[in-house]
């Protein structure tokens, strides 16, 4: 049964950075794509960045790119999601999810993962 664990969430002041982690379990092959979502209150959960089977990553909304970058250690199997420059409405529940597939397409549509932790909470205050 796959598993996915996130942590490093938390309060931090705008500018500031913080490192996601994802640790995952139960894969029983490659075949899985792996990446980020965000949820803020009131608002549609949305896709932040992710990784294909091969490794090619892809990123989100362009108020994210420069600023984020996801990174794996497969030895470690665990996910990473690098925030830098921090803003106010960067805050939400961060969710790790993983799907399960063997072509080598992303998905930024958070229903076609079929995995997802707990979700970490980022509040970035001003």
């Known amino acids: 049964q796959v598993q996915l664990v996130e942590s490093g969430g938390g309060l931090v002041q705008a500018g500031g950075s913080l490192r996601l982690s994802c640790a995952a379990s139960g894969f029983t092959s490659n075949n899985y794509a792996m990446g980020w979502f965000r949820q803020a209150p009131g608002k549609e959960r949305e896709f932040v960045a992710a990784?294909?089977?091969?490794?090619?990553?892809?990123y989100g909304a362009d108020s994210v790119k420069g600023r984020f970058t996801i990174s794996s250690d497969n030895a470690k199997k665990t996910l990473y999601l690098q925030i830098n420059s921090l803003k106010p409405e960067d805050s939400a529940v961060y969710y790790c999810?993983?799907?399960?597939?063997?072509?080598?397409?992303?998905?930024?549509?958070?229903?076609?993962?079929?995995?997802w932790g707990q979700g970490t909470q980022v509040t970035v205050s001003s």
């Open positions: 990784f294909t089977p091969s490794g090619a990553s892809r």
């Open positions: 999810a993983a799907r399960r597939q063997t072509i080598d397409v992303l998905y930024t549509t958070s229903s076609k993962y079929d995995y």
